[in-house]
T-cell receptor
């Protein structure tokens, strides 16, 4: 079984500053993937970034980067130069055995989310 | 745009009535999923499909059934809706068999 823990129910950041959203995970799988999604107040779920457990480098996508520390089982999301439009709920998720084929290997387990508010 | 639509987008129904939610994709992806989102729980997997007529249960499947007779459509049915099934329902598809992309969601209220 997989588990995601997001310990920050809410975070505040000033516009143009960087912010780190915490995510720790628990899994017995050797191979897995970690994801971050953004959910603005409009309700849609937007994929942000992916990190494979065997990837040697931390993933980056524009202003988003994933600080992956495998030994500590953490996958924190870093948003640089925050913008007002970054205000949203952010979810961390884990998917087991991404290198394998088969239906059950693609289930996502989500954390409860962190509500980020960017102040002007 | 992930090419996923959900219908209806909003629905109010009464306890005990059957409800069917539809997820439609235009990109011919093999994997499709149904999740529900509730306050304090994040998203939880209800059922998923790995091909036409191939489906399996997720972690919160009780009270739900699914069907997939065509690649592009994945239906979620509440046979007899209960108030505990009031939720926001998201459909998702997998691209490259890894990353899941979500539809716009359906808000269901069971009175």
């Amino acid at each position: 079984a997989q588990k995601i823990t997001q310990t920050q129910p809410g975070m505040f950041v000033q516009e143009k500053e960087a912010v780190t959203l915490d995510c720790t995970y628990d899994t017995s799988d050797q191979s897995y993937g970690l994801f971050w999604y953004k959910q603005p107040s409009s309700g849609e779920m937007i994929f942000l970034i992916y990190q494979g457990s065997y990837d040697e480098q931390n993933a980056t996508e524009g202003r988003y980067s994933l600080n992956f520390q495998k030994a500590r089982k953490s996958a924190n999301l870093v948003i640089s130069a925050s913008q007002l439009g970054d205000s949203a709920m952010y979810f961390c998720a884990i998917q087991p055995n991404t290198l394998k084929r088969g239906g059950s290997n693609y289930k996502l387990t989500f954390g409860k989310g962190t509500l980020l508010t960017v102040n002007p | 745009d992930a090419g996923i639509t959900q219908s209806p987008r909003h629905k109010v129904t009464e306890t005990g009535t059957p409800v069917t939610l539809r997820c439609h994709q235009t990109e011919n992806h093999r994997y499709m999923y149904w999740y529900r989102q509730d306050p304090g729980h994040g998203l939880r997997l209800i059922h998923y499909s790995y091909g036409v007529k191939d489906t399996d249960k997720g972690e919160v499947s009780d009270g739900y059934s699914v069907s997939r007779s065509k690649t592009e459509d994945f239906l979620l049915t509440l046979e007899s809706a209960t108030s505990s099934q009031t939720s926001v329902y998201f459909c998702a598809i997998s691209r490259e068999e890894v990353t899941q992309y979500f539809g716009p969601g359906t808000r269901l209220l069971v009175l």
